[in-house]
């Protein structure tokens, strides 16, 4: 890891407005990977993820992923069968930033493993269910107000 994790733990507090942390470990994916990053837990119980860029490529790559997370509306995000991060907060470090997300635990899988394995995708029975569609939604509010807010897999919205 390029970054020791208490430096990359103690930057996490800076980005996220009261952020107490109460536990860190390495969360990089091997020694060459992109993203030096830390899974963080906080005294209030939120697992989250710090994340920063080792070369430029992986600095481009983080960029456009914040661009996508900042677009997923809570709408959007109840529509969706999987979980996505939340983005949190970012703070600079050195040349670039770090970016902190919510943790969303898993395993990271090839392509070629989720076509030779039958049973991925999931069933359905294990993902999310939709959001309640609403009797009075139109292609201008998709979303009904008076439905009961939509499972997530954040434990701020449970």
């Known amino acids: 890891m390029a970054r020791p994790l208490l430096t990359l733990a103690a930057l996490a507090t800076a980005a996220v407005a009261g952020l107490e942390v109460r536990a860190a470990r390495a969360h990089t994916r091997d020694a060459g990977g992109a993203f030096d990053a830390v899974e963080l837990h906080s005294t209030d119980g939120r697992r989250l993820l710090i994340r920063a860029p080792r070369t430029q490529t992986a600095e481009s790559e983080q960029s456009a992923d914040l661009v996508a997370l900042r677009a997923l509306t809570l709408g959007i995000r109840s529509r969706l069968p999987f979980a996505v991060p939340e983005f949190l907060g970012q703070a600079p470090i050195g040349p670039t930033r770090a970016v902190v997300t919510e943790f969303i635990p898993g395993a990271v899988r090839s392509a070629d493993e989720l076509t030779?394995?039958?049973?991925?995708?999931?069933?359905?029975?294990?993902?999310?269910?939709?959001?309640?569609?609403?009797?009075?939604?139109s292609s201008a509010m998709p979303v009904c107000r008076d439905a009961p807010p939509p499972r997530c897999a954040s434990p701020r919205w449970q």
């Open 116 to 137: 030779a394995n039958p049973r991925w995708p999931p069933t359905s029975a294990a993902r999310s269910p939709p959001s309640t569609p609403c009797p009075r939604a």
